[in-house]
Nanobody, 114 residues
Framework: VQLQASGGGLVQAGGSLRLSCAASGLMFSYFYMNWYRQAPGKQRELVAIISGDGNPHYADSVKGRFTISRDNAKNTVYLQMNSLKPEDTAIYYC?????????WGQGTLVTVSS
């Protein structure tokens, strides 16, 4: 199983980025797909979850600014991030899980400058 995250970068506060995570080697539509993030010196934080049939849930800190979506035909999950804040700076990881199966990608760095 491979999860390849991309789309991170440097953006000014108030800007937008779109992260992608392409999955291979798994029955993608069965899996919940998550985005987590970890900022320097902080604990890992759940950002958003989307079920196999597209039902999303968000952390309170990103609700109204971030949108998670998925394309099961392309085995890809997305995270559209708008109105970015410096506190959104972190490495963002995509995770696939289903029952006892749990897979992590390598992460992509998002840096928001003030």
């Amino acid at each position: 199983v491979q999860l390849q995250a991309s789309g991170g970068g440097l953006v000014q506060a108030g800007g937008s980025l779109r992260l992608s995570c392409a999955a291979s080697g798994l029955m993608f539509s069965y899996f919940y797909m998550n985005w987590y993030r970890q900022a320097p010196g902080k604990q890992r934080e759940l950002v958003a979850i989307i079920s196999g049939d597209g039902n999303p849930h968000y952390a309170d800190s990103v609700k109204g600014r971030f949108t998670i979506s998925r394309d099961n035909a392309k085995n890809t999950v997305y995270l559209q991030m708008n109105s970015l804040k410096p506190e959104d700076t972190a490495i963002y990881y995509c995770i696939a899980y289903y029952n006892s199966y749990n897979y992590w990608g390598q992460g992509t760095l998002v840096t928001v400058s003030s």
